[in-house]
């Protein structure tokens, strides 16, 4: 069972933010099922298979942020806020060149800093 979903990079600060959908009497399997996630990514414990449907799916992604003229904009000031400067074409080839091996290497230097469950109000 799969869970784990990288919801969001914030680059400036080496943030990832890992979001699941869960209820609240499954927090602690969760819990445990996101770190050994973690785990086998820092092991390498996936195939160039799953790299690929992630890298389909992420640049898919970026693929839509010219279609909404209010997204390209979030785009390029988010850059400019962050002193990058890349095109949604360069951006694109960066993920199309990460290896597994970066992946392995970035992933250990894995830390959680923060874990937070948020719950609705019931009416």
Known sequence: MHILLVHGFIKPKNLIMVRAGIEIQNY???LDIIKRQVEDLKNGNFTENDIENA???????IKNIEVEQDTEMVFYMGQELGGFHFTISEYIRDINS???EQIVEFAKSLQTNTIYFLTGSEE
């Not at 890298?55 to 992604?61: L, N, Q």
């Open 28 to 30: 602690d399997k969760a």
């Open 98 to 100: 990460v290896t597994k």
């Open 55 to 61: 890298k389909t799916y992420i640049v898919s992604g």
